[in-house]
């Protein structure tokens, strides 16, 4: 998932990268630097959150203004059906969306824009044909933050506010519920090897910051926690899923890249943000 001017692409082998800002997503050759493609993905404002399946066929991406999202072809980013609805009511906010690793599904965090406002749900939708598969409130939460295809697919990691959830992605029952987080879990992503969960959760005013957590899948322990200072945003592995990255925003940003097996964090680098840009 990408945020205004981060790279998000299935791969970082020269394959290409994705931007998006103003309603465009872009793709660049990481080689040359050459923008190869983009297109006006969201006409009425900014994109939102980007998704790119593993196969490399398509990019998911979200809009900030409407409560839609909307499935390119990677290939020339050309809209497979056009906007799909992500509208469950008023007050509602399309958070995240992510698409399988095989292309067949994608599935879109809605929460809400506020303390008010309707019920959210994690939508599913079938990527070929763009119709709704299911609409899952796991533990009746209402307010979905965050969500991740297991790397085979078959599972669908989801974050709200203060818990966790992972859904079989076939049947659509809850195999998993974790109320480990404090915060809200802002962004959830699962290791490529699908050993580890990374939690990146949103600022706690009772504890002074956010944490930022590792799980093992396979038992569902939280194997090791970080304190920050300030809120998490957004997580990733490395491709061999060694070390796991947190961003982390305030008035300025922080990036923490942290070695799983080590549990130590290995850098941290500081970027300059503004609340205008």
């Not at 209402?142 to 991740?148: C, E, I, L, P, T």
């Not at 200072?229 to 990733?236: E, K």
Request: hydrophobic share 30%.
């Amino acid at each position: 998932q990408a945020e205004d001017g981060i790279r998000d692409s299935s791969t970082s082998r020269g394959l290409g990268d994705v931007y998006k800002r103003q309603g465009y997503i872009r793709v660049w050759n990481t080689t040359t630097g050459q923008n190869t493609r983009s297109v006006i993905a969201v006409s009425n404002g900014g994109a939102g959150k980007l998704s790119w399946s593993d196969d490399g066929r398509f990019i998911g991406v979200t809009s900030q203004a409407a409560d839609e999202v909307d499935i390119y072809y990677a290939s020339n980013l050309t809209s497979l059906h056009g906007a799909l609805s992500s509208d469950v009511g008023g007050g509602d906010f399309t958070y995240d969306i992510d698409v399988s690793p095989d292309g067949s599904k994608a599935a879109i965090a809605i929460g809400r824009s506020g303390n008010g406002g309707t019920n959210g749900v994690v939508r599913v939708i079938d990527v070929i044909n763009g119709t709704v598969m299911q609409n899952l409130n796991p533990g009746g939460e209402d307010r979905f933050h965050s969500v991740d295809f297991s790397p085979s697919g078959s599972h669908i990691a989801i974050g709200t506010v203060g818990d966790y959830y992972v859904v079989d992605a076939s049947s659509w029952a809850t195999t998993r519920s974790e109320s480990a987080p404090a915060g809200t879990v802002n962004s959830i992503a699962w290791s490529p090897s699908g050993e580890h969960i990374a939690i990146c959760e949103g600022y706690v005013q009772n504890q002074g910051g956010s944490r930022l957590r590792i799980f093992e899948a396979d038992v569902w322990s939280n194997t090791w926690t970080k304190s920050a200072s300030t809120s998490c945003y957004s997580s990733d592995f490395s491709p061999d899923g060694n070390q796991v990255v947190f961003g982390l925003g305030w008035y300025a940003a922080d990036l923490s890249l942290i070695h799983i097996g080590r549990c130590r964090r290995l850098l941290t680098c500081r970027s300059r943000w503004s609340p205008y840009h």
